[in-house]
């Protein structure tokens, strides 16, 4: 349950950042008449961290991003199953 919550969310934050609603990696919020090299963004978009902490959305041992990014609902479904068939612990995904 925690998996597929975990999931969602990511979920929910890229189709925000397509859509322009959340910030996306590489975009900075500029305040007043500043100049900066890059994405410009709105500061009032929300950002990823808005909703889970950082190490929660990447990390090395498998964040959020990675049980979303390039991963189908049915890919995701199937390791799932796996897991508990083998008694795995899913700390891995």
Known sequence: MVRRSERALGVAIRKGQDA???????QREVYGN???SGQIV???????????RKDELTNTSGGI?????DV???????V????????VGLDFL
């Open 20 to 26: 322009g609603e959340i910030a996306s990696k590489g």
């Open 34 to 36: 500043q100049h900066v």
């Open 42 to 52: 709105n500061s009032d978009l929300s950002r990823p961290s808005d909703f889970a």
């Open 65 to 69: 991003y990675d049980m979303t990014d």
């Open 72 to 78: 189908t609902d049915e890919e995701f479904e199937t």
């Open 80 to 87: 799932l199953t796996e897991a508990k068939a083998e008694g």
